[in-house]
C-alpha cells in the first residue's frame, strides 16, 4: 500500500448500537436482488499535518478559506449565499477554494475549541463519497476506497478496502484507484462497520448517495440524506435532467473537477459544499414537506 494511506484518518474505537443504519453482507444482498493551537475567533491557522487531497490541481480558486471563516456565523445568521447573478433561476454562488480548510469559534467568541479537535469533529452533517473498481464482467461494482468529510472540510476517515474478489478493472483512468493502492487496504466488514458508526444519527450528505451506499451495502433513513444529484433546483443546470457533480462544481460554485482521475476527498467535499450554500433552502422544503 502506499504511503498516502498510512496518514489516513480512522474512526474512533468505541462501539455503539447501530439501528439508523443497516448493514447487510454481500450474500445476503445479493439474495435480495442486489501540540494543538487554540483557535482564535474569526481566525484559525490552517493545521498543515492534515493530508487533505490537493483540489487546486483541479483548478479551483483560492476563497476557500474566506469561505470557511464565515461559515458558521454565516449559517446561523442569513443564507450561505452571495448573490453573482441570476442563472436558470437558481443565485449563482462565488467560487470557493474547496481544498484549504479553516474555520472560526462561535461568532460571541466564547467557545474556543483546539484545531485538532475541530478536525476531527464528527460533525451532525458528514459528506460521503467512495471510489470503485470492476468485478466479474468489469461493469459490477466493489468498494475500493472511501472517505467521509465533516461539515468544515476535513477528511474525518479515508480508506482504501482490501478486495474480496478478482479485480478486472481498476478503472485508474477515473477512480484514481491502482493495485498497489488495495494491497494493504481494510477489511471489507471493518470499514463497513466503521463507516456505519459514524453515520449514525447524522446527516448524510453526497452526490448519488444511493451507488455509494449500495458498494457499501448500507442503507440511511432517507429523511437525513442530502443528495445533490436529487435536488430538483440543481437539475436546472442539466436542462431538466440528473446533473452530474462536475456539472454542479462548475455552474454553481465556479470550479472545475474531475478533469481527470476523482478523487473521493474531492468530490464529498464538493458535494458539501453545494449544500451549505443551499442549506436554508433545501432544509426549509424539507420541513415544509413534513408538515403537509
Same mark, same amino acid.
Given at each position: 500500500?502506499?504511503?498516502?494511506?498510512?496518514?489516513?484518518?480512522?474512526?474512533?474505537?468505541?462501539?455503539?448500537?447501530?439501528?439508523?443504519?443497516?448493514?447487510?453482507?454481500?450474500?445476503?444482498?445479493?439474495?435480495?436482488?442486489?501540540?494543538?493551537?487554540?483557535? !482564535?475567533?474569526?481566525?484559525?491557522?490552517?493545521?498543515?499535518?492534515?493530508?487533505?487531497?490537493?483540489?487546486?490541481?483541479?483548478?479551483?480558486?483560492?476563497?476557500?478559506?474566506?469561505?470557511?471563516?464565515?461559515?458558521?456565523?454565516?449559517?446561523?445568521?442569513?443564507?450561505?449565499?452571495?448573490?453573482?447573478?441570476?442563472?436558470?433561476?437558481?443565485?449563482?454562488?462565488?467560487?470557493?477554494?474547496?481544498?484549504?480548510?479553516?474555520?472560526?469559534?462561535?461568532?460571541?467568541?466564547?467557545?474556543?475549541?483546539?484545531?485538532?479537535?475541530?478536525?476531527?469533529?464528527?460533525?451532525?452533517?458528514?459528506?460521503?463519497?467512495?471510489?470503485?473498481?470492476?468485478?466479474?464482467?468489469?461493469?459490477?461494482?466493489?468498494?475500493?476506497?472511501?472517505?467521509?468529510?465533516?461539515?468544515?472540510?476535513?477528511?474525518?476517515?479515508?480508506?482504501?478496502?482490501?478486495?474480496?474478489?478478482?479485480?478486472?478493472?481498476?478503472?485508474?483512468?477515473?477512480?484514481?484507484?491502482?493495485?498497489?493502492?488495495?494491497?494493504?487496504?481494510?477489511?471489507?466488514?471493518?470499514?463497513? !462497520?466503521?463507516?456505519?458508526?459514524?453515520?449514525?444519527?447524522?446527516?448524510?450528505?453526497?452526490?448519488?448517495?444511493?451507488?455509494?451506499?449500495?458498494?457499501?451495502?448500507?442503507?440511511?433513513?432517507?429523511?437525513?440524506?442530502?443528495?445533490?444529484?436529487?435536488?430538483?433546483?440543481?437539475?436546472?443546470?442539466?436542462?431538466?435532467?440528473?446533473?452530474?457533480?462536475?456539472?454542479?462544481?462548475?455552474?454553481?460554485?465556479?470550479?472545475?473537477?474531475?478533469?481527470?482521475?476523482?478523487?473521493?476527498?474531492?468530490?464529498?467535499?464538493?458535494?458539501?459544499?453545494?449544500?451549505?450554500?443551499?442549506?436554508?433552502?433545501?432544509?426549509?422544503?424539507?420541513?415544509?414537506?413534513?408538515?403537509?
Amino acid at each position: 500500500m502506499s504511503d498516502r494511506n498510512e496518514n489516513f484518518s480512522e474512526c474512533g474505537k468505541k462501539k455503539t448500537s447501530i439501528d439508523s443504519v443497516h448493514l447487510s453482507t454481500r450474500r445476503e444482498y445479493k439474495k435480495r436482488g442486489g501540540g494543538g493551537e487554540t483557535m !482564535k475567533a474569526r481566525n484559525v491557522k490552517e493545521n498543515q499535518a492534515n493530508n487533505f487531497a490537493n483540489i487546486n490541481k483541479d483548478g479551483v480558486s483560492n476563497n476557500w478559506k474566506t469561505f470557511k471563516q464565515n461559515l458558521l456565523h454565516l449559517e446561523k445568521t442569513s443564507p450561505l449565499q452571495v448573490e453573482n447573478k441570476r442563472e436558470h433561476g437558481l443565485n449563482k454562488k462565488k467560487s470557493v477554494d474547496i481544498g484549504k480548510v479553516t474555520s472560526q469559534s462561535s461568532a460571541d467568541g466564547h467557545v474556543k475549541k483546539k484545531f485538532t479537535d475541530l478536525s476531527k469533529e464528527k460533525t451532525k452533517v458528514i459528506a460521503l463519497d467512495c471510489e470503485m473498481v470492476g468485478i466479474d464482467t468489469g461493469k459490477d461494482n466493489m468498494l475500493a476506497r472511501v472517505s467521509l468529510v465533516n461539515k468544515y472540510g476535513n477528511c474525518i476517515y479515508d480508506k482504501y478496502v482490501l478486495p474480496s474478489e478478482p479485480i478486472v478493472d481498476y478503472r485508474t483512468r477515473v477512480s484514481g484507484i491502482r493495485p498497489n493502492d488495495l494491497h494493504n487496504g481494510e477489511r471489507f466488514e471493518t470499514v463497513q !462497520k466503521e463507516v456505519a458508526e459514524i453515520l449514525q444519527g447524522r446527516i448524510l450528505v453526497g452526490h448519488a448517495l444511493r451507488n455509494d451506499l449500495k458498494v457499501l451495502f448500507l442503507s440511511h433513513p432517507r429523511r437525513a440524506i442530502r443528495d445533490t444529484s436529487r435536488y430538483k433546483p440543481f437539475r436546472k443546470f442539466a436542462n431538466g435532467r440528473t446533473p452530474s457533480l462536475r456539472k454542479l462544481a462548475e455552474e454553481v460554485l465556479g470550479v472545475k473537477i474531475q478533469q481527470g482521475e476523482h478523487d473521493s476527498v474531492v468530490d464529498a467535499r464538493t458535494a458539501l459544499q453545494l449544500y451549505l450554500l443551499y442549506r436554508k433552502e433545501w432544509e426549509k422544503g424539507i420541513h415544509s414537506k413534513s408538515n403537509v
